[in-house]
């Protein structure tokens, strides 16, 4: 379609909704949409509109306002085309599954890492965006909390992109565990069962940026969050950082173990390794960053507000499988088989859950269920499944009874 044909389509689309087409009316529509003057998506067009807000758009100002815009954008946006069409309807769902939830207490704090206690239980947070960029977010969403064991498939990520698949695979597997995420055990070959548990995420450590000075590797995954996220807002928890260090003792010896494996990479030290392990750990973030990095993931690697690419395709397609088959420690089959998403926990209490083409969802909670996933985090999910078909096999039963997000 040319630019033309296209603004023509997008007038005409919006003259049959409304007998005065205004300024506000266009901004109501993006609103509604998933889109505020935050957003970097939309924030040029709603800042022209601005000035338009009682008028009447013709169509002379309409091609003016939408001059140096992504047209194809708007134009699937005006006709309701984007991936989640009804963007209020799954806002106002994530809605009530928050207010349902907002008493929940179920689950506690984890103890392990003394300082990861310290933090307010109740907060609660629930935050999505999806691959066109639409956002909507409830709760403590400003929140920010370190990213633990959901740093781990950006561990793998950098990793593959910078060794492929077959170099990491020498050095890590990708079976599940069936154990805990620290158990102090390795696979026949003695190598750690897959990335997403401590051992494996410590393997991927050992594989990125060997060469590069210990800050310069640390800012090599935080620059990836940024771009994955479209934030500069990421910032490091130095006290939950000491605080993993000074209580170690299981990954100091899950390391050591595969060193006597002798699993690592030839040219890796061990001591550097296990630092910048905790040190990725004690990233932080907010739940609203989060649910960017997860849709970036859905977007098969590239962050849906920047369209920049970040992870090639065939990245997020091995991280994704291995999120689905190993992201939620040994509650991970269990996963599979009731919410069918790939997805990733850390025991600061966040999820990300990732509905491939589709979303990325961030829940944050801190309280702790048995096997360490965010107790309330797991219900929402349950109860998003009950009510989507996003269940990756959904599809099959073609579920009546259950809506469809992407219309
Ligand atoms: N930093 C934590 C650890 O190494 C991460 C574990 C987690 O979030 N499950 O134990």
Redesign the pocket.
């Known amino acids: 379609m040319s630019l033309n044909a296209q603004l023509e389509s997008s007038y005409a689309v919006l003259m049959q909704q409304t007998d005065k087409l205004t300024g506000a009316f266009i901004q109501q529509k993006i609103y509604k949409a998933g889109f505020d003057q935050r957003s970097d998506k939309t924030i040029n067009l709603l800042e022209k509109l601005d000035l338009h807000i009682k008028s009447d758009i013709t169509y002379d100002v309409f091609c003016e306002l939408l001059k140096d815009e992504d047209i194809a954008f708007y134009q699937r946006l005006f006709e309701e085309r984007l991936v989640v069409p009804d963007f209020a309807g799954f806002c106002e769902s994530i809605q009530e599954i928050y207010s349902q939830l907002q008493l929940d207490q179920k689950g506690k704090l984890?103890t392990?890492?003394p300082e990861l206690k310290k933090v307010d239980p109740d907060q609660f947070a629930i935050a999505a965006c999806t691959v066109d960029g639409q956002q909507f977010h409830i709760g403590d969403y400003k929140s920010r909390f370190?990213?633990?064991?959901?740093i781990?498939p950006v561990l793998y990520a950098l990793a593959l992109e910078e060794n492929g698949i077959h170099y990491v695979h020498k050095h890590v597997g990708r079976e599940p565990s069936g154990r805990n995420?620290?158990e102090l055990t390795l696979n026949d070959e003695g190598l750690p069962h897959n990335p997403m548990?401590?051992a494996g995420?410590i393997m991927s450590c050992a594989m990125i940026k060997k060469r590069l000075s210990p800050a310069g590797r640390f800012k090599h995954i935080t620059n990836a969050l940024s771009d994955l996220s479209n934030s500069h807002k990421i910032t490091f928890n130095n006290a939950v950082y000491n605080s993993?260090k000074e209580t170690?003792d299981?990954?100091y010896a899950l390391g050591y173990f595969m060193r006597e494996h002798k699993a690592f990479p030839k040219d890796a030290d061990l001591h550097r390794t296990l630092n910048l392990?905790?040190q990725a750990?004690?990233i932080e973030v907010n739940s609203e960053i989060l649910a960017i990095i997860a849709a970036s993931f859905a977007n098969a690697g590239t962050n849906p507000i920047t369209q920049k690419e970040v992870f090639k395709p065939e990245t997020i397609k091995n991280c994704l499988s291995l999120m689905y088959s190993c992201g939620m420690?040994d509650y991970s089959g269990e996963w599979a088989f009731s919410i069918g998403l790939p997805a990733k926990?850390?025991?600061?209490g966040g999820i990300y859950v990732v509905i491939p083409d589709v979303m990325g969802i961030c829940i944050y909670s801190p309280r702790l269920d048995k096997l360490?996933n965010s107790a309330r985090g797991i219900e929402v999910c349950k109860r998003l499944v009950e009510r989507y078909n996003v269940h990756n096999y959904d599809s099959i039963l073609r579920c009546p009874n259950k809506i469809s997000l992407t219309g």
């Open positions: 984890p392990y890492i370190c990213m633990q064991s959901m781990k995420f620290n548990i401590n995420a993993e170690a299981r990954n392990y905790f750990c004690s420690y926990s850390g025991v600061s360490g």
